[in-house]
């Protein structure tokens, strides 16, 4: 049996999630056949891909008999959102230490978090190492057990959730005879591109793993996924030592800034939208849309290939951001 299969992990997310084509989004853009993998229905809390993280975060939580978890985001953070959610189907505690997010009225993830009875803790974001520490000393003083899960959840463990994911899309993908040339998602912290990099591998998946920051260079993203990569394949039992260019990450879409929409980004919600009935958000799925959209529409791939996009979710955030489409 495949180490994957043997560790730790609990059920959060409605697995598999969809994959299915989208073949008016490929005519609006004239290219290849382009299939979406549905991670925006994972479930828990409105879905997205920290569900799948959290599966194998909060087992390993769990097991070290942790009694609250304490994570970190800005505020209007999915992955907070989902943790705070997992807490509440385990029955432990749940803390977010939150750092300044663009949009910062009472809606969105922000209400979700209340909503999951998270216990909030702001600070800057120059203070958010220091102010996560202390809130988990604090918590040990009291004589609790926290499990300090780190941005995004990705850390090695996390990883695993898209090591997995990509077992799951392997088999979706032979059933549908599909080869696809490359899959499009959003790539922050990192998690995510390095548990898909190991599945790729584990798997025999041969496609491009296009990585979009929503946020940082690429450079550091690439540092970010090669650190989490290589700590992933020892739990693994892999031989494999990743360098920061076995990843492709495209940095070209972040525009002004994180959670700062651009005329690509907008207009790739639209284009979803309008051509599929398929909600993206503005933060990470579009500006990973709009990497594809101008990809195709600068003729990278034929029209006989196929190209995946990976939803990752966060289409809460959509409603604070009602402004940018009004
Ligand atoms: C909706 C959404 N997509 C993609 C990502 C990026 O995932 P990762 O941080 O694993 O790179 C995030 C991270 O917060 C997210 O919320």
Do not use: W
């Amino acid at each position: 049996m495949p180490i994957l299969d043997q560790l730790p992990r609990i059920s959060l997310a409605f697995l598999p999630t969809p994959l299915h084509e989208a073949p008016n989004l490929a005519r609006a853009l004239g290219g290849p056949r382009v299939f979406i993998k549905r991670d925006d229905m994972t479930g828990l809390a409105f879905g997205g891909n920290k569900a799948r993280k959290l599966e194998f975060l909060v087992a390993d939580a769990l097991a070290q008999k942790a009694n609250v978890l304490i994570t970190t985001g800005a505020a209007q953070s999915n992955h907070c959102r989902q943790t705070a959610a997992a807490a509440c189907k385990v029955g432990l505690r749940c803390i977010l230490v939150l750092t300044p997010s663009h949009h910062e009225e009472f809606q969105g993830n922000i209400l979700l978090d209340a909503l999951l009875k998270a216990e909030v803790v702001r600070c800057s974001a120059e203070a958010q190492a220091e102010t996560l520490a202390r809130v988990a000393a604090d918590e040990r003083a009291r004589g609790n057990t926290p499990y300090v899960i780190p941005v995004g959840g990705s850390t090695a463990v996390g990883a695993m959730g898209y090591a997995a994911m990509m077992g799951e899309l392997a088999g979706q993908l032979r059933r549908l005879a599909l080869s696809p040339a490359a899959i499009y998602f959003s790539s922050g912290s990192a998690g995510t591109h390095a548990g898909m990099l190991l599945g790729a591998r584990l798997y025999g998946l041969d496609l491009a793993l296009m990585g979009v920051s929503p946020s940082r260079p690429t450079p550091h993203v690439q540092a970010e996924a090669a650190r989490i990569a290589s700590e992933g394949a020892s739990i693994l039992g892999m031989s494999l030592a990743a360098a920061p260019a076995d990843f492709e990450v495209d940095d070209a879409f972040i525009g002004p800034g994180y959670g700062i929409s651009t005329p690509a980004s907008l207009e790739a919600v639209r284009l979803f939208a309008e051509t599929e009935g398929i909600l993206i958000d503005p933060v990470y799925t579009a500006k990973a849309a709009a990497a594809m959209i101008a990809h195709i529409r600068a003729g990278h791939f034929r029209p006989d290939q196929t190209v995946l996009f990976l939803h990752t979710g966060g289409t809460p955030a959509l409603f604070s951001y009602a402004d940018d489409f009004s």
